[in-house]
């Protein structure tokens, strides 16, 4: 299993720019999750899901938009960065009442 | 907030040292998870204890609950310098608005001196 993967690694974006972070999970977990984690700071949840095809909103949802059309697959989308929106994007997959698992992150800098 | 609270923020010790972090929250909980981070990287679970169950080990990691005063902690036994990390806490809940959410603290900074 690969467990959770996340595309891409890194970006560096500019001001206005839009882009999608793709999350999957290829262990059939109901639930998934995008963080942000800014330096010296703790996770904060951006939006999560349930199931396919449900999204719901966490902590810091404002600039970002999730779809979630496959069960394995989480998008995150950016439709106009800002600078505030560097940071490192965690996500991550569980099933209810379980351990949750992350993948390695993205690293995303905006100009 | 039900967010976990870890204490102390921060820990430095020497190796060989026992290290021991807290968490508490606010509300009942279905479980309560502990993960580790190495800097730069994603987090990793480390153990995870229900609400009905009072301690749990995993080689030389002790996490207990205390549900009645709604608090936890993690025993880390003859401490490395791999084990310098941030540690996080996060509960639970497991129902109604709440359900699917994982309540993370701000973590605890561990650092292991050889």
């Known amino acids: 299993n690969a467990g959770v993967t996340q595309t891409p690694k890194f970006r560096v974006l500019k001001t206005g720019q839009s882009m999608t972070l793709l999350c999957a999970q290829d262990m059939n977990h109901e639930y998934m999750y995008w963080y942000r984690q800014d330096p010296g700071m703790g996770l904060r949840l951006i939006h999560y899901?349930?199931?396919?095809?449900?999204?719901a909103k966490g902590e810091v949802p404002d600039g970002y938009n999730v779809s979630r059309l496959k069960k394995q697959n989480f998008l995150l989308g950016l439709e106009s960065a800002a600078p505030s929106q560097t940071s490192v994007y965690f996500c991550?997959?569980?099933?209810?009442?379980?351990?949750?698992?992350f993948g390695p992150g993205t690293r995303l800098l905006v100009l | 907030s039900q967010q976990g609270e870890e204490d102390p923020q921060a820990l430095s010790i020497q190796e060989g040292e026992n290290a021991t972090m807290n968490c508490s929250y606010k509300?009942?909980?279905?479980?309560l998870q502990w993960y580790r981070q190495n800097s730069g990287r994603g987090l990793v679970h480390l153990i995870l204890?229900?609400?009905?169950?009072r301690e749990k080990h995993s080689g030389r990691l002790r996490v207990t609950l205390d549900t009645s005063k709604k608090s936890s902690s993690l025993l880390i036994t003859a401490s490395r310098a791999a084990d310098t990390a941030s540690y996080f806490c996060a509960t639970d809940l497991d129902r109604g608005s709440t359900l699917g959410r994982l309540y993370f603290g701000r973590g605890t900074q561990l650092t292991v001196w050889p």
């Open positions: 899901s349930v199931g396919e095809g449900t999204t």
């Open positions: 991550a997959s569980r099933r209810r009442q379980e351990t949750q698992y």
């Open positions: 204890i229900r609400s009905n169950e």
């Open positions: 509300t009942s909980i279905n479980n």
